[in-house]
């Protein structure tokens, strides 16, 4: 399930802290934001009710924690992404992620790595899976072409 810039917000000092409570989540994000408590505690409720947070009662109040791993978040909102463009198109969106990506020497051994492993599942062709007229690939300028 997606959620909003603002929803990440809130995770992201949830997964740091790992337990925390609305209180300290404004007093985190307030040197960046100008966010009431309100607007704070609505945010909770809707990621308590997508299943990313729990809520435990304590005292008065309520402790968050996750239930997804950052990781498991970041893999989701990729395959969304990624859902949203023809597969013919990956590459380009991969190649712009590398370049703007300040990497260590390490990291381009692992990505060099992966690479090289991926060679052994390589396609001769990506295939594009979009509708016809939804894209721009050479198979879907025939067919309408064949059409109009």
């Known amino acids: 399930m997606t959620i909003s810039n603002a929803e990440w917000d809130i995770m ?58 950052e990781q498991e978040a970041i893999y989701h909102q990729v395959d969304e992404l990624f859902d949203k463009f023809c597969p013919t198109k990956h590459l380009d969106i991969i190649r712009h992620v590398i370049t703007r990506t300040d990497m260590t020497l390490d990291d ?23 509708i016809p007229g939804q894209c721009t690939c050479k198979e879907h300028l025939e067919l309408e072409a064949s059409h109009g």
């Open 12 to 69: 992201r000092v949830v997964w740091a802290q790992e337990r925390v409570t609305s209180s300290a989540i404004l007093t985190i994000l307030n040197q960046k934001l100008q966010w009431t408590s309100s607007t704070i505690k609505t945010l909770l409720k809707r990621l308590v009710d997508k299943g990313y947070l729990a809520t435990e009662k304590v005292g008065k109040g309520f402790v968050y924690s996750a239930l997804i791993s």
């Open 108 to 130: 381009i051994e692992q990505l060099q790595e992966l690479l090289e492993a991926k060679k052994a599942t390589a396609v001769d062709e990506v295939t594009c899976t979009c």
